[in-house]
């Protein structure tokens, strides 16, 4: 069936380096991508989204990266700091307006 | 920066009671969400509800599962007789429009004894 998911349930990164954080679909007609950071305790929180029409979107420290050939995507946070510490989700909405989420890849940075 | 509320933080219950999850979503959202995460698994979706009517829910979202919103700035999610495996974090969301960003709550800890 369809899927999103996350190539890595974890990834340790030393404070100040970048981080790159890897997520696969499986649906080709997809067309729209949320990055979600989840930290203990709290809600998904919004990092940066990304329609199909591009392949790359730029935020503050964020960046995501959309290879629609092999249906993959990827964010990557520049200068890692303590803060980004969390469970990053990419979700898809999946036949209509419902999110699928992926398994979630943990984020550790080191100090 | 606009946010949504979930109240309570926390709440448990006696199995085969009803339960009543609020939320008060960003106030010019026009499409309301609930998802609900178990310990430890993928955060799932329930519901969607857009113009005063479900316009999308999951299987798990069944017969015991309703969602309101009573006045202009509410979104319950009611279980009417809870299970034990009701036990989970519910999520509220809310977007402003169609494929646009949802932006969650922090959730309200469901525990079914």
């Known amino acids: 069936g369809e899927s999103v998911g996350l190539h890595l349930p974890t990834l340790s990164v030393q404070e100040g380096d970048n981080s790159i954080i890897n997520c696969a679909y499986s649906?080709?007609?997809?067309?729209?991508f949320i990055w979600y950071k989840q930290e203990s305790g709290k809600g998904p929180q919004f990092i940066i989204d990304?329609?199909?029409?591009?392949d790359k979107r730029q935020g503050q420290r964020v960046t995501v990266l959309l290879n629609k050939t092999v249906k993959h995507l990827s964010l990557q946070i520049a200068a890692t700091q303590p803060g980004d510490s969390a469970v990053y989700f990419c979700?898809?909405?999946?036949?209509?307006?419902?999110?699928?989420f992926g398994t979630g890849t943990r984020l550790t940075i080191i100090p | 920066e606009p946010e949504v509320t979930q109240t309570p933080s926390h709440q448990v219950t006696q199995m085969g009671q009803e339960v009543i999850l609020r939320c008060v979503p960003i106030?010019?959202?026009?499409?309301f969400y609930w998802y609900r995460q178990i310990l430890g698994q993928k955060v799932e979706f329930l519901v969607s509800f857009y113009n005063n009517e479900i316009s999308e829910k999951s299987e798990i979202f069944d017969d015991q599962f309703s969602v309101e919103r009573p006045d202009g700035s509410n979104f319950t999610l009611k279980i009417r007789s809870t299970k034990l495996e009701d036990s989970a974090m519910y999520f509220c969301a809310s977007s402003a429009g169609w494929q646009q960003p949802q932006h969650f709550g922090d959730g309200t800890r469901l525990s079914i004894l």
């Open positions: 106030s010019n959202h026009l499409y």
């Open positions: 990304i329609r199909s029409n591009m």
């Open positions: 979700a898809s909405p999946r036949g209509g307006e419902k999110l699928t």
């Open positions: 649906n080709s007609a997809s067309d729209y």
